[in-house]
């Protein structure tokens, strides 16, 4: 049963990822595009995408709890492993999503944050070169 559920997670992981990097792709490409040349703009989003699925996936599947279902508490032998109930899938499943949700929102936020002074520094960089030229020496 936990080699299910730890299916059953990966899964919900990797379709919150898909969804997330397919959205996300387009805008990041576009920032890029306006920072770098096109090429690496293409490389670039490659590795955000799996970015985002890396960071999903760790974040969504969180072993540590997942482990309560296969290590018994106290390690006696003959202590029960927690059963797996339906409502114990039904909240694995919300954990798994919401984690790689936050997982991959940190990952975007980081991005988007970056991009963002990356574009203040070229800007506040061609007014100074703008306006250097057009003073005269």
Known sequence: MFYALLGFTLVISLGVSAVVAGLFSSPARSILRGLINTEAATAWTR???????????K????????????????????????????????????????????????????????????????????AFRKNRDSTPA
């Not at 039904?90 to 990952?107: F, I, M, S, W």
């Open 47 to 57: 590795y955000l995408r799996f970015m985002l699925f890396i960071i999903g996936i």
């Open 59 to 126: 974040s969504g599947i969180q072993m540590w709890l997942l482990e309560r279902y296969v290590i018994a508490p106290g390690g006696g032998p003959h202590v029960r492993h927690e059963d797996l109930t339906v409502a114990k899938w039904v909240l694995e499943a919300y954990r798994t999503a919401v984690g790689t949700l936050q997982g991959q929102a940190a990952v975007l936020t980081g991005f988007f944050l970056i991009s963002l002074i990356a574009m203040l520094v070229i800007r506040v960089a061609e």
